[in-house]
């Protein structure tokens, strides 16, 4: 079995790849080549955790791909000087289930995650250069603006954060980096001025007010993903035209979706379909130049097998990583 760790995974994959192959994920799901169930939960109250498992399964290519991601969220980690989200990834082989490779999942989930928001950018947000705003400073967030500088013609970026080191040590990646234009500001300020909104943020309260959103606004929101917390408020729910990832995934789990509804504000048709319809060209990811769309994710596990695949094929042709007998 082939272990890779996360500088071994940043060795292998170019966002541009996994935009790539999360696209063809999407696309192998709109075709039913591919199964990716509701993720499976269980609490740990003893020690206020959380442990996920998300088990995927796609023919692709001839060659198909069989795994699982592990996923453990223990909130007090953070005072043992630990992170507080751990992840592996367990790469299966289709035919037999004969264990492939073993490796990090936080950064197969960071960057898949990033890469999914720039297949719904590529398919939802009108044409043009983009004013981009994001919001968070963190992984997520410098994952995101990479992401959008593959499918968007990015003439600035915008960042808003509470954190206010990192968000400044983030602009300043941005400009010596990518090149680009980029300031921290105010949220007011970003949501009026951007035409290109990525929320990354593990906020359980909207960021903005969405009356602020300009016509043409694309977002891609993927921070809240529990029923009770969202990052985006009612108002701009209803103003925009809503996809999701998948029915099981944001279409249970997100509140930026299921608060609006419960107000009575929007009806669950308000969801006009899912990224995989989208790609597939069954569902218009947007319908006018001055209409608001949204992205909303909570992650489906088709995007961690596709990205755990291609890192697999890469690694094991580079050299790359450690192989042990089990």
């Not at 994001?134 to 509470?162: K, N, P, W, Y």
């Amino acid at each position: 079995m082939l272990i890779l760790s996360e500088s071994d995974l940043r060795a292998v994959l170019a966002m541009r790849d996994v935009i790539d192959a999360v696209e063809e994920g999407f696309r192998a799901l709109a075709r039913g080549d591919a199964a990716a169930p509701e993720r499976l939960r269980l609490d740990v109250p003893t020690h206020n955790g959380i442990l996920l498992e998300m088990p995927a399964f796609a023919g692709l290519d001839g060659a198909g791909a069989l795994g699982t991601k592990i996923v453990s969220v223990f909130e007090q980690n953070a005072k043992r000087g630990l992170e507080i989200v751990q992840a592996v990834y367990l790469l299966l082989e289709r035919e037999t289930g004969v264990p492939l490779s073993l490796m990090d999942g936080r950064f197969i989930t960071a960057i898949r995650t990033a890469a999914t928001s720039a297949v719904a950018t590529k398919f939802m947000a009108g044409s043009g250069s983009k004013r981009l705003a994001v919001f968070g400073a963190g992984v997520q967030a410098r994952f995101h603006i990479e992401a959008m500088i593959e499918v968007a013609e990015l003439e600035q970026v915008m960042i808003v954060s509470r954190t206010a080191d990192k968000a400044v040590a983030l602009s300043e990646y941005v400009r010596s980096v990518h090149g680009l234009p980029c300031q921290v500001v105010s949220s007011e300020k970003a949501v009026s001025t951007a035409n290109l909104i990525c929320t990354c943020t593990s906020s359980s309260k909207p960021l903005f007010y969405g009356k602020l959103l300009t016509a043409g606004t694309h977002i891609n929101s993927v921070g809240a993903f529990t029923p009770s917390t969202r990052e985006l408020d009612t108002e701009a729910v209803r103003l925009a035209r809503v996809i999701i990832d998948a029915a099981s995934s944001a279409g249970r789990e997100s509140g930026d979706i299921l608060i609006p509804i419960s107000e009575g504000a929007i009806e669950k048709c308000h969801v006009k379909g899912t990224l995989a319809e989208v790609v597939a060209g069954e569902v218009s990811g947007r319908e006018s130049r001055a209409e608001i769309t949204l992205f909303k994710s909570c992650g489906v596990a088709i995007e961690d097998l596709v990205t755990a695949r291609l890192a697999y094929a890469r690694a094991s042709v580079g050299g790359i990583g450690v192989r042990v007998e089990l």
